[in-house]
T-cell receptor, first 116, second 118 residues
């Protein structure tokens, strides 16, 4: 079964600085999707960024980018120019390719604090 | 409102009581998912529907749990004879059916129903 590990329960960053959140996963599949979700306090989870395993190029979305290392099964999230609104729980998630099962596996999360 | 909605947002119940939660997905989404999230953990998959068909159930979904999506629109999750271990946030998400484009696979989450079993 696929597992997702986030080894940093908490991280903090100074406003305007850069922070990297770590995620590793375990799978025997070759085709899958990886996601980073953000869950602000008392608010719903929203998708931050997505990476398809077959793509070698790392995904980027404005200030958010990933470092996808398929061989190492690593998928870290870099947040540049951190803002106060980035404070939230961040979850790394894995999902098999569409023709396999459909459930998403989440890590335990990293709580990010942004200091003004 | 074009997002996923859930009702109620909070539910407090006594052990042994039955509870039912509702999820209204984004209207054009034919896939609907239920997750459970306990404190300090990521969401855990419970079950999902494509239209009205329940296609997959997790081992976490014991016999006390039942989910329905009778008309392929809203869904209900019922927990019978609640136990203190059922206390958690229950999240609903929806998506379009899977296609060639990865963007169709994005799951949109609702705000969740927080259940407290006393």
């Amino acid at each position: 079964a696929q597992t997702v590990t986030q080894s940093q329960p908490e991280m903090s960053v100074q406003e305007a600085e850069t922070v990297t959140l770590s995620c590793t996963y375990d799978t025997s599949e070759s085709d899958y999707y990886l996601f980073w979700y953000k869950q602000p306090p008392s608010r719903q989870m929203i998708l931050v960024i997505r990476q398809e395993a077959y793509k070698q190029q790392n995904a980027t979305e404005n200030r958010f980018s990933v470092n996808f290392q398929k061989a190492a099964k690593s998928f870290s999230l870099k947040i540049s120019d951190s803002q106060l609104g980035d404070a939230a729980m961040y979850f790394c998630a894995y999902r098999s390719a569409p023709y396999n099962n459909n459930d998403m596996r989440f890590g335990a999360g990293t709580r990010l604090t942004v200091k003004p | 409102d074009t997002g996923v909605s859930q009702d109620p947002r909070h539910k407090i119940t006594k052990r042994g009581q039955n509870v039912t939660f509702r999820c209204d997905p984004i209207s054009e989404h034919n896939r609907l998912y239920w997750y459970r999230q306990t404190l300090g953990q990521g969401p855990e998959f419970l079950t999902y529907f494509q239209n009205e068909a329940q296609l997959e159930k997790s081992r976490l979904l014991s016999d006390r749990f039942s989910a329905e999506r009778p008309k392929g629109s809203f869904s209900t999750l019922e927990i019978q004879r609640t136990e203190q271990g059922d206390s958690a946030m229950y999240l609903c998400a929806s998506s379009l059916a899977l296609g060639a484009s990865g963007s169709q696979n994005e799951q949109f989450f609702g705000p969740g129903t927080r259940l407290t079993v006393l």
